[in-house]
């Protein structure tokens, strides 16, 4: 079995797509003005967190500029204003006023849609606005080039199973072709983030007052102090706290290098009782996995106040 002949169809495929993603990758001068500020839901795609969490921002956004009013836990929608709204802020507010279905008020956690519909209908209005404002842009101008990408798939497959047969190499051959076809046509135009877009997109700030943060605890918003977790006295090495994750933020400060910047990503802990919340240092990824609201128990360090690992996590939404 002579297989020379599908191995370089297959590099010539491979060397092309790797062209197309360099050439598309260069960054392009805009012209559309980036925005001097960006809505929050915006920011929080931009920043990769999930249509949950962006939904949620969007909902308390409009809660700021007085489209509801929330207490505790509950949630009012107030009489239509003459102010204009993007389409991702009129599909929020319609699928809000359907949840509640006429009452006067309903508790907040009870108002996020279904993942579903999240993905296939606010999570392309909310990525749409971040193209109007130029802190997006496609991969490529229209789908003629991923579709050609996945046709010329046919040439090394076709070389591969006319060489080898029903085989193995015939068969990884077919289900490459149909996964990086499937991905190159449903991956559609794709999505990056322009230079003003990766500006903004930079690390969640840490809380303005640590005196008095509006947290959410799982059973309601409550003002609460945050306060560092930590102690200098003797006491166990690791020790298992639980709680809600009330907040999420990354500290910058200067790091070693000249230039350079060290990210310390934080979240803070409520057990739903106190009168503070709890703040641990935690990697990267656990940053990215839990949201807030999310129930959790953590092994932490007590002394550094420093999260070893996650035993149980609990998606609130």
Not at 163 to 176: C, D, E, F, P
Not at 180 to 196: Q, V
């Amino acid at each position: 079995m002579d297989l020379v002949w599908p191995a370089a169809a297959w590099a010539l495929w491979a060397s092309a797509l790797v062209t197309a993603f360099k050439v598309s990758g260069r960054e392009r001068p805009s012209k559309t003005p980036s925005a001097a500020q960006a809505p929050q839901p915006v920011v929080e795609l931009l920043r990769g967190l999930r249509a949950q969490e962006v939904f949620h921002a969007a909902l308390f956004e409009l809660a700021g500029r007085g489209w509801a009013t929330i207490h505790g836990d509950r949630l009012s929608l107030t009489p239509p204003r003459r102010e204009p709204l993007l389409p991702y802020e009129r599909w929020v507010l319609e699928r809000v006023a359907a949840r509640m279905a006429g009452a006067p008020n309903a508790p907040v956690v009870a108002l996020m849609p279904d993942g579903a519909d999240l993905e296939s209908d606010f999570m392309p209005l909310v990525r749409q606005c971040a193209l109007d404002l130029g802190l997006a842009r496609r991969r490529w101008q229209t789908m003629i080039v991923p579709v050609l990408l996945a046709v010329a798939l046919v040439i090394p497959w076709y070389a591969t199973v006319s060489q080898a047969g029903a085989s193995w190499a015939g068969g990884i051959a077919s289900l490459v072709a149909v996964v990086a076809g499937g991905s190159l046509i449903l991956g559609g135009r794709g999505f990056l983030l322009t230079a003003r877009g990766r500006e903004i997109a930079g690390p969640e700030a840490a809380p303005l007052n640590h005196e008095q943060e509006w947290i959410f605890t799982g059973s309601g918003w409550l003002g609460v102090e945050i306060e560092p977790a930590g102690s200098e006295g003797p006491g166990p090495k690791r020790q298992e706290v639980a709680g809600y994750v009330v907040k999420r933020w990354v500290d910058v400060t200067s790091g070693d290098e000249p230039g350079s910047r060290r990210h310390t990503y934080c979240l803070a802990l409520h057990d739903g009782r106190s009168a503070q919340a709890k703040a641990y240092r935690v990697d990267q990824e656990t940053y990215k996995d839990v949201l807030p609201g999310d129930s959790v128990r953590l092994l932490v360090k007590p002394r550094s106040g420093t999260v070893v690992r996650i035993l149980a996590h609990e998606r609130h939404w």
